[in-house]
């Protein structure tokens, strides 16, 4: 189980049994706190040490630039995905590296809100990942993230109608 984009819910409900309309009822209840949601993720970001290379968002994604942190978008990239936290490497503006290395990550909230996490858990998002990426090379501690993730995961399953 991981926090992951809107796009790899999709994948998963209309592979399953389930008819669509639940993914369509989830997801348009889910579209009223996207923005609350993508703003308290910013916010707890910038309050990290993070930098956004808009300062903030209006939507429900933003570009983090990491390699102010010294990483790169390919490693915080690789790190989240060992911690269970799938983003995107981006390029940023007037970014020094090539695209597959690029210089951020494009985090959004689409896939967490529609799973019904909400401003309390962006925050814990946030510190998970910023855990993530002060540490993108130490395995125990993207292990430690990794079952924080799960255990999040866990408290808001995906189709909680479904037996298990």
Known sequence: MALHNVQSVG?????????????????RLSFGFQAA???ALAETLL??????VSGGTDNH?????VFS?????K???AALGKA???????????????PMV???IRVGTPAVTTRGMREAEMEQIADLIARVLAAPDDEAKLAAVKSDVERLCRNFPLYPDLPR
Not at 12 to 26: H, L, N
Not at 47 to 52: D, E, F, Q, W
Not at 61 to 65: E, F, I, Y
């Open 11 to 27: 994948r998963e409900v209309f592979a399953s049994d389930k008819p669509r309309r639940v993914f369509a009822t989830t997801t």
């Open 37 to 39: 949601n993508a703003k």
């Open 47 to 52: 309050a990290g040490g993070l930098k956004l």
């Open 61 to 65: 994604l933003m570009l983090v630039d």
């Open 69 to 73: 942190k010294g990483i790169t978008g």
């Open 75 to 77: 490693v915080a990239e």
């Open 84 to 98: 269970g936290i799938t983003v995107n490497k981006n390029a940023i503006p007037f970014d020094q590296n090539p």
């Open 102 to 104: 690029a210089s951020g």
